[in-house]
């Protein structure tokens, strides 16, 4: 396992406190339980929350935890099902809080081109079957087009209809008119709605300096997260012509028109840009070390409130992949950021292992290989600028993690839940009803066979996509049965190796499309920072100076 070899400076890094979403949170144990209180019971398991790993039921009732205790099934020879109480044998298993994927795409406009694949039932079966209950998706706004409000109205109604777990978005904002900054964007917070996408690349959604201000602005005065695809624009854009009219045009030179340096500055650009302001902002998708020591340097050195993200696909792919004689087989791992090296790989799990890094998403990106309106929107022949990015992963996030971390000894597995839930669900305000296993939280539980063997192909995948970048990859660890708030929302079959159908004879579905709910998060995550710093007597956001008491 990694231990942490990076310095640590004088202030303390940032903390996550337990806040509470409008319930009591208790793990106190509970003596003398008839079983029938509960509709169901997970029994013999191993439970691991973020904090620790201990042995003990778990008794759910109405979609919630209500008890946790050593013996809440009477002791008896053979475990069964009661008349009114499920009971679920959980032996030389783990039970882990279910996955909070807070980066992922689901039927959602491409701003690179193409149509996304799937819809919200797919994305969220998938999600489900490899142990995620919670995600937060996005909605647009593209540049001259609608304001923010609509498109949030419009997501509503494509997740409610068919979203088989709980959900949540991110407010992409391209054009920051003021009425957005405003009024929409306000209102939109307050209702629940507690963070903001930017990017600072691509024509249709890049925004500039001055509106990433009055973005941060807008944050940090009604208390949302911002979060930031960080790249810098123009470097790529002089890059990628530079390839094309060399006739460098193959899936490989996508890494070559986005190297670490363009990711490097945009990343200290935006932290600059907080700092000033004292938002407090989340760096999506961090792919190399350079990026992750500039966040940890300004959280240490000057106390700056940012937060960070990896994904799987930069822990275990390289930009060598990108280098293929068929562009279809190149493009199956062309994202953006792109691929870095293998020596990024450890540098990375370093950052995990010493919290620089928060929290692993899939950031799913969901376009097909074949077909006119995904990846190869623009033609079988088309230059690496123009096959869409990304690749999905809402699936395979958690069961490539847990391998790739706690099988092979990199991380423990309390920190696996802490990367897949726990953080997500408090740096976006839905701890504790989300990201843990207390009496009082939604029963979102998966149960983890730690010693499973599974080869990955893309036919078990129900993401609705032609492919997966994890085609033929193993892994040692595995979800066996997802319950979102207390309904098995997906079982995996041994025989079969695939998940089994969500209905079977005359079993009734327990989660249908639309079985979903919007989750409405409170103000900005629990984010236990250091009180804001900035680089004046004068805040911009409040217009005041700061006047120095006398000693």
Request: charged share 25%.
């Amino acid at each position: 396992m990694f231990r942490c070899t990076l310095s640590v400076g004088k202030k303390p890094l940032l903390q996550l406190r337990n806040a509470h979403i409008g319930r009591t949170i208790t793990t106190s144990v509970v003596t003398n339980t008839d079983e029938k209180n509960f509709d169901r019971i997970i029994t013999n398991g191993i439970i691991v929350t973020a904090q620790s790993r201990y042995s003990a039921d778990v008794g759910i009732k109405d979609g919630r935890v209500t008890a946790i205790a050593k013996s809440l099934v009477r002791k008896c020879n053979d475990i069964a099902h009661t008349p009114k109480t499920h009971i679920i044998d959980a032996k030389n298993m783990l039970v882990l809080p279910g996955g909070v994927d807070s980066h992922c795409h689901i039927d959602q406009p491409s701003s690179s081109g193409g149509l996304m694949a799937g819809d919200w039932e797919s994305a969220t079966r998938a999600a489900a079957i490899g142990g995620t209950t919670t995600v937060i998706a996005f909605s647009t706004q593209e540049k001259g087009g609608n304001g923010v409000l609509s498109m949030v109205t419009d997501y509503h109604v494509k997740a409610a209809e068919k979203a088989l777990i709980d959900y949540s978005f991110h407010m992409i904002v391209s054009d920051p008119t003021d009425v957005v900054l405003q009024e929409e964007l306000p209102a939109l917070i307050a209702s629940g709605h507690r963070s903001i996408k930017i990017f600072m690349t691509y024509p249709k959604n890049r925004v500039d300096d001055a509106g990433i201000l009055q973005l941060l602005d807008c944050a940090r005065k009604h208390d949302a997260l911002v979060c930031i695809h960080a790249e810098n624009h123009d470097a790529i854009m002089y890059l990628t012509e530079k390839l094309v009219q060399a006739g460098l045009t193959s899936t490989k030179y996508h890494a070559w028109c986005k190297p670490p340096a363009v990711e490097r500055e945009a990343v200290h650009r935006i932290i600059t840009l907080a700092e000033i302001t004292g938002a407090a902002i989340q760096i999506f998708h961090v792919t190399c070390d350079e990026s992750a020591k500039e966040i940890r340097r300004a959280r240490e050195e000057r106390g700056v409130r940012v937060f960070a993200e990896t994904c799987p696909h930069y822990l275990t792919h390289t930009a060598n992949d990108l280098d293929a004689e068929r562009a279809r087989d190149g493009a199956r791992f062309l994202c953006s950021p792109a691929l870095r090296t293998a020596n990024d790989h450890e540098a990375l799990w370093r950052h995990i292992v010493c919290g620089t890094i928060d929290n692993v998403t899939s950031d799913h990106a969901p376009y097909n290989l074949g077909g006119r309106d995904g990846k190869f929107w623009a033609g079988d022949d088309a230059p690496f600028h123009l096959i869409a990015n990304g690749a999905p992963g809402i699936q395979t996030r958690m069961p490539v993690l847990f391998s790739e971390g706690v099988s092979k000894k990199r991380i423990d597995v309390e920190t696996f839940v802490n990367i897949t839930s726990t953080n997500a669900a408090k740096i976006f305000g839905m701890y504790p009803q989300k990201g843990t296993i207390a009496v009082g939280s939604d029963a979102d539980i998966v149960i983890w066979d730690p010693k499973k063997s599974v080869t990955i192909s893309n036919d078990m995948i129900e993401d609705g996509v032609d492919y997966s970048p994890y085609d033929g990859f193993g892994v040692t660890g595995w979800p066996v049965l997802t319950l979102s708030r207390g309904r098995i929302v997906s079982e995996w079959d041994s025989e079969t190796d695939r998940a089994k159908p969500t209905s079977r004879g005359n079993k009734p579905c327990e989660v249908l499309p639309g079985s979903g709910k919007f989750i409405s998060r409170t103000h900005a995550g629990q984010l236990e920072m250091a009180h804001v710093v900035l680089p004046t007597p004068f805040d911009p956001v409040s217009m005041t100076v700061a006047h120095k008491t006398s000693e």
